[in-house]
Nanobody, 121 residues
Framework: QVQLVESGGGLVQAGGSLRLSCAASGTIVSLDTMGWYRQTPGKQREFVATITSSGTTNFADSVKGRFTISRDNAKNTVYLQMNSLKPEDTGVYYC???????????????WGQGTQVTVSS
């Protein structure tokens, strides 16, 4: 059984910072791309940032220059450092990862349970 467990969400004032963490646990052989998505009520889940196993990053235009993504492969953990937060960054942030459970075949995609981020104006 594989789990992605997020932490680090909370309430912060506009202009502030938060750091989200997501740790993958279980019978994991390796992790491919890991990333973060967010969702607000009534809207579809949207892409925020991803990082490949080799460290290549990709960001949504709305967060470029403010958010950074990193990973610790030894800890099977991905981080999202969020700076200069805006009220429009408010939402539930979900961790996502492509995980190999076997040395054979492709990776399976997993989601975390989500962590709430609220940015007050």
């Amino acid at each position: 059984q594989v789990q992605l467990v997020e932490s680090g969400g909370g309430l912060v004032q506009a202009g502030g910072s938060l750091r989200l963490s997501c740790a993958a646990s279980g019978t994991i052989v390796s992790l491919d791309t890991m990333g973060w998505y967010r969702q607000t009520p009534g809207k579809q889940r949207e892409f925020v940032a991803t990082i490949t196993s080799s460290g290549t990053t990709n960001f949504a235009d709305s967060v470029k220059g403010r958010f950074t993504i990193s990973r610790d492969n030894a800890k099977n953990t991905v981080y999202l450092q969020m700076n200069s937060l805006k009220p429009e960054d408010t939402g539930v942030y979900y961790c996502n990862a492509d995980i190999h459970l076997s040395w054979f075949g492709g990776a399976d995609n997993y989601w975390g349970q989500g962590t709430q981020v609220t940015v007050s104006s």
